[in-house]
């Protein structure tokens, strides 16, 4: 059974950083893409992060600059190092894997950012 854990979230001040961790579990991962959503409140889910087999990265535009993605490819584990949080990045953050035409997500960690 495939799994993605999310660990790390929780509340923060503006200008203060979070590292978000999923662990994938039930299948190997190293193939396929890796990365995060994020849904903020009374919002549909957006792009966060993504990162390929390959290490080839994007962003969403509203994290360029200050969020970090990065992979343990051993251990089937992608990170968000998040810095600089601004209030309008409070929202639960969803670790995805896209593989052979179905995607599977983690249950999500709940990020707030106060001011």
């Known amino acids: 059974q495939v799994e993605l854990a999310e660990s790390g979230g929780g509340l923060v001040q503006a200008g203060g950083s979070l590292k978000l961790s999923c662990v994938a579990s039930?299948?190997?991962?190293?193939?396929?893409?890796m990365g995060w959503y994020r849904q903020p409140p009374g919002k549909q889910r957006e792009l966060v992060a993504y990162i390929s087999s390959g290490g080839v990265l994007d962003y969403g535009n509203s994290v360029r600059g200050r969020f970090t993605i990065s992979r343990d490819y051993t251990n089937n584990t992608v990170h968000l190092q998040m810095n600089s949080l601004k209030m309008e990045d409070t929202g639960i953050y969803y670790c995805?894997?896209?593989?052979?035409?179905?995607?599977?997500w983690g249950r999500g960690t709940r990020v707030t950012v106060s001011s």
């Open positions: 995805y894997s896209p593989v052979r035409g179905i995607t599977y």
């Open positions: 039930g299948r190997h991962f190293t193939d396929n893409v």
